[in-house]
């Protein structure tokens, strides 16, 4: 069973930074594809980070230069690297994993939210002004 645990959120000032954690089991991590996600309320769930076919990360432009999306595949854990944080980053996030299919033409689905099968609780990350 697919299991994604995520931890790390919490409170910081405008600037901070702050690293989230989403642990993976229940699978083989080379078989999936990852991605990061996130939901402000009243909003709709929206992409962070996702990693390509060969695992390099593509990422909103809202967070490009400031969130870096790196993997541990011995340990299973995905990681978030928030820096220059903004108010606007207030979210819950989330990571989400979707199976790798190893045929002719597959692409991982990156920041495709809707391909995307599986999902943690999520982690609170709040910016103060």
């Known amino acids: 069973q697919v299991q994604l645990m995520e931890s790390g959120g919490g409170s910081v000032q405008a600037g901070g930074s702050l690293r989230l954690s989403c642990a993976a089991s229940g699978y083989t991590y080379r078989d999936y594809c990852m991605g990061w996600f996130r939901q402000a309320p009243g909003k709709e769930r929206e992409a962070v980070a996702g990693?390509?076919?060969?695992?390099?990360?593509t990422y909103a432009d809202s967070v490009k230069g400031r969130f870096t999306s790196s993997a541990d595949n011995a340990e299973n854990t995905l990681y978030l690297q928030m820096n220059s944080l903004k108010p606007e980053d207030t979210a819950m996030y989330y990571c989400?994993?979707?199976?790798?299919?190893?045929?002719?033409?597959?692409?991982?689905?990156?920041?495709?939210?809707?391909?995307?099968?599986?999902w943690g609780q999520g982690t609170q990350v709040t910016v103060s002004s």
């Open positions: 989400a994993a979707a199976r790798r299919q190893y045929r002719r033409g597959f692409r991982c689905p990156g920041l495709r939210r809707d391909e995307y099968n599986y």
């Open positions: 990693s390509d076919s060969d695992g390099t990360p």
